[in-house]
């Protein structure tokens, strides 16, 4: 049962990660508090767009 507790602690943490990160490279670009929140919202496929495009 640990490994399985251990696994949802990272999936947990990494999800909140990448929605921070979403949002700050986000307002940092656009100074738009409502396309921080979008893009929040996609998290992980924002950051990766984000590496991708710049």
Do not use: D, P
């Amino acid at each position: 049962m640990e490994k399985s507790s251990t696994s949802k602690t990272v999936i947990k943490s990494g999800i909140t990660f990448g929605t921070c990160l979403a949002m700050v490279i986000s307002y940092t670009n656009w100074h738009s508090v409502f396309w921080a929140v979008i893009h929040g919202l996609l998290s992980w496929v924002y950051v990766i767009y984000f590496i991708l495009r710049y």
